[in-house]
């Protein structure tokens, strides 16, 4: 089947002219803008002058925001609208609520908190306030839901992240975040596949290792992204996390120093997530600033090698001009192959299609955003 046939599936699901859209604009790029399309950029000062300094070296396919005012975000929104050829993929930490996007957006609270409540609607309206809240200033990715599970009170990332240590809570509680929040044309990111938790490590710091076995790993961190894909999650975020009884389950030869993080592991990415789980929508990594992804090998090395992995979109930069020359020459070494640099941009197209950016849309408005912001359901739900 090709990746063509494969994006009118679940979960892209697009029509035949949603289908054109992307055949039309892949055609039409050069070898260069197909790179550019596979990084999502973070956002620092949200100006003019940002992305006249990006577009010097590329036109991205996405941009997270870190928190702004909700005038920021919609002024900064309508520059990228003007500036970029391709409508870009605009993501957030929505993980909490709309606070993930915006200091006027409302916190309903952590996973934790949520997941404390043992009532799935406080995950359903979760899912709700960061979809209605992010699509006022013009997000249309949530980096959410945590589908991470909490069986180490020491793990220094998971904790109040997670809604739990209960694989049943969390798998339920993930799967609603996900149905609710992408009513609103916001893509669902589930991560940190293939699951933080078990282990003491920072994945800031170092790649960390989820120690389960094959069959203790399928009915916990299994289950809850079996769950969320079955239910229709667009995006996977895909952690620098080891999974060393799968890596061996698909590799039975590799050796103990040859194991990579997800990131970089075709094992997990391509055997794991795709093979056995079925999931045929975008793959993104973590952030590859942290010192996970760039410890097992030069990141001359590891920027293509993600790609060529299995990874279809690659999430922030150390040095912006450095990454994306890496990523040129992965391209021109064959490192990543033309048929997998083709697949990686369909992908990130499809998900533009799936959300609509390829239609005519109305931009928020700073007046309309604020009366998102504002409303008094979501005030009453956070009390």
Not at 256 to 274: F, I, K, N, V, Y
Not at 276 to 296: Q, Y
Not at 358 to 366: A, F, G, V
Request: charged share 25%; net charge negative; glycine share 8%.
């Amino acid at each position: 089947m090709s990746i063509f046939d494969k994006i009118k599936e679940k979960p892209f699901l697009l029509s035949d002219s949603d289908v054109q859209w992307v055949k039309d604009t892949l055609a039409g790029m050069t070898e260069k803008q197909k790179i550019g399309q596979i990084f999502c950029l973070c956002a620092r000062e949200g100006t003019e002058q940002e992305i006249e300094d990006t577009l010097q070296v590329m036109e991205p396919g996405g941009i997270m925001y870190r928190p702004f005012t909700a005038e920021q975000a919609v002024n900064f929104t309508a520059m990228l609208d003007k500036a970029m050829k391709i409508p870009m993929l605009i993501s957030a930490n929505l993980e909490k609520g709309g606070n993930g996007i915006v200091s006027e957006g409302t916190m309903l609270g952590s996973p934790t908190e949520i997941a404390a409540t043992d009532d799935v609607k406080f995950a359903e309206r979760l899912g709700t306030i960061c979809g209605r809240e992010g699509a006022a200033v013009g997000a249309n990715w949530a980096f959410a839901p945590i589908i991470d599970i909490d069986y180490n009170f020491r793990n220094p990332i998971t904790n109040t992240r997670t809604f739990g240590s209960d694989p049943e809570r969390v798998k339920n509680f993930g799967r609603a975040y996900v149905e609710n929040v992408q009513k609103y044309k916001l893509a669902a990111s589930i991560k940190h596949f293939p699951g933080d938790g078990r282990d003491e490590r920072d994945q800031h710091l170092v790649t960390s290792i989820n120690d389960f076995s094959c069959e203790e790993w399928d009915q916990t961190y299994g289950a809850a992204y079996q769950a969320c894909i079955d239910a229709g999650a667009l995006t996977v975020m895909v952690g620098h996390i080891m999974q060393p009884a799968y890596i061996r389950h698909f590799n039975p030869e590799i050796k103990d120093e040859d194991m990579m993080p997800a990131t970089l592991s075709p094992e997990l990415m391509q055997g794991l997530l795709r093979d056995k789980l079925g999931f045929n929508g975008l793959i993104c990594t973590d952030a590859t600033s942290m010192a996970g992804f760039t410890i097992p090998m030069s990141r001359e090395k590891a920027v293509p090698l993600s790609i060529a992995s299995g990874a279809d979109m690659f999430l922030f930069t150390k040095n912006l001009a450095e990454d994306f020359e890496f990523m040129c020459k992965g391209v021109e070494e064959g490192v990543i192959t033309k048929e997998r640099l083709d697949e990686a941009v369909v992908r990130v197209l499809a998900l533009k299609a799936a959300l609509d950016l390829n239609k005519p849309r109305t931009l928020p408005t700073l007046e309309s955003a604020l009366q998102v912001l504002g409303c008094e359901e979501h005030k009453q739900w956070a009390r």
